[in-house]
């Protein structure tokens, strides 16, 4: 009977649990009081001024239709400074400065003191290099870009020179000077203003006009064409003894266009083998051989 009580007894010890130790809960470190008006700080020095934390955010892009979102995010940047303790909403955030027009994309959700906030939903940025050269001009935000290849050395403007299209870029102010650019593959073409393909090398020299091929110009033409002048000249006559004389009354006659030159003042004789000519000056048609003048005047 006692070996049966003492297995009772026995069967009957409570067990005691093994504690479990508990787990610390972290208590967050106290947010330094700021040693400043955060808010005023200067950008880089933001980041080591006590108690106070940046504000980063990413430059949207921008294209016809307002800020637009690039196919490779900006870098981020510093665009504000704040109090460390201030709580932000876990949204991302779009504005920009009341004095800019760039939007700011904002993924801490606070913007900086003083920017406006842009509630709107951004389309891709249209990306114009991309697009075929056809459809450029029908693109919003893009602009066609055309040159005239020039074989002339130094390159010229010339503008019966069909004008090829070259790029599609975005729409964008030129300036109205000529400009010569070259293409990766070294061909020189000239603009007739400022904006030329991406990647070109743009030369520091404004192109002049290319000289007319005057030699090709009608008579009727030559005065109107910019850098032609009209030879004329009076045909000498018969002085009935063998010889030539001038007359004053027999009128001038066109004979050549050339390009615009410098001529002096002499009185020039020059013949073609079967006439002879008076020129005002020292400029005559290519092909004469000038003669020793003067002519006696032709008598009345």
Do not use: K
């Amino acid at each position: 009977m006692r070996t049966i009580l003492l297995a009772l007894t026995l069967g009957c010890t409570p067990t005691v649990p093994t504690p479990v130790p508990s787990t610390p809960v972290p208590v967050p470190a106290p947010v330094p009081t700021p040693t400043a008006d955060c808010e005023t700080v200067a950008l880089d020095a933001c980041a080591a001024t006590v108690g106070c934390a940046v504000i980063e955010g990413s430059p949207l892009g921008e294209d016809a239709s307002g800020a637009c979102l690039p196919a490779t995010p900006a870098d981020s940047e510093v665009i504000g400074c704040h109090g460390a303790d201030v709580s932000c909403p876990p949204v991302v955030a779009y504005g920009r400065a009341t004095t800019e027009s760039t939007v700011y994309e904002v993924p801490a959700g606070c913007l900086p003191d003083g920017w406006e906030p842009v509630a709107e939903s951004f389309q891709a940025c249209v990306v114009c290099e991309g697009i075929a050269l056809g459809d450029c001009e029908g693109t919003s935000g893009c602009m066609l870009v055309s040159g005239r290849p020039s074989s002339a050395t130094p390159p010229c403007l010339d503008l019966d020179t069909p004008a090829e299209p070259l790029a599609c870029i975005d729409a964008n102010g030129c300036g109205d000077a000529p400009t010569i650019a070259t293409s990766p593959t070294g061909g020189a073409y000239v603009f007739t203003d400022t904006c030329t393909p991406p990647g070109w090398t743009v030369s520091g020299d404004f192109p002049d006009d290319c000289p007319a091929d005057c030699a090709s110009v009608t008579l009727t033409d030559c005065a109107s064409t910019s850098g032609c002048m009209l030879l004329s000249g009076r045909p000498l006559q018969d002085d009935g003894a063998s010889g030539l004389c001038e007359d004053p009354s027999v009128a001038m006659e066109p004979l050549a266009c050339t390009e615009d030159a410098g001529c002096g003042d002499m009185i020039t004789y020059a013949t073609d083998s079967t006439t002879t000519w008076m020129f005002p000056d020292t400029c005559i048609p290519a092909g004469l051989t000038t003669v020793p003048g003067p002519f006696a005047a032709c008598a009345p």
